[in-house]
C-alpha cells in the first residue's frame, strides 16, 4: 500500500500543493491526509476515486507500482482472445454453410 501514498504525493507534487491544501480539498485532516500519503492507512474506493478526481488522473495511475504496465499484461491475453474469436467465426460460417446445404437438400 506504501506505493499508493507515494503515488499520491508525486501526484500531489507535481501540482506543487501542499498536504493541508489537498488535504483542504478532500475534506479531511492534514494528519488523515499524512497517513494515506504514508501508507499507515488504507484507502477505500471512494476516497481512491476522490482523490483520483482531484489530480485528474485514472484510478489505475495511482494503484500500480513504478514500473508496472498494465497494457502490456494485457496484450497477450488480447491476442489470445482474438484467436479465440477468429476461430469461433470460422466455426459459425461452417455450421452456416452446413444449414445452407441442408436446406438445399430437404427443398
Not at 76 to 103: A, F, P, R, V
Request: a positive charge; charged letters at 25%.
Amino acid at each position: 500500500m506504501k506505493h499508493i501514498g507515494k503515488n499520491i504525493r508525486q501526484l500531489r507534487h507535481k501540482n506543487g500543493w501542499s498536504q493541508s491544501q489537498v488535504a483542504q480539498r478532500l475534506n479531511i485532516s492534514i494528519p488523515a491526509f499524512s497517513k494515506i500519503e504514508t501508507g499507515l492507512t488504507d484507502i477505500n474506493i471512494t476516497r481512491l476515486h476522490q482523490i483520483a478526481t482531484l489530480f485528474e488522473v485514472p484510478i489505475t495511475s495511482i494503484l500500480l507500482k513504478d514500473g508496472e504496465n498494465p497494457q502490456s499484461a494485457n496484450l497477450e491475453e488480447l491476442g489470445n482472445l482474438k484467436t479465440k474469436l477468429k476461430k469461433t467465426e470460422e466455426d459459425i460460417i461452417q455450421l452456416q454453410k452446413k444449414l445452407i446445404d441442408l436446406y438445399e437438400e430437404v427443398r
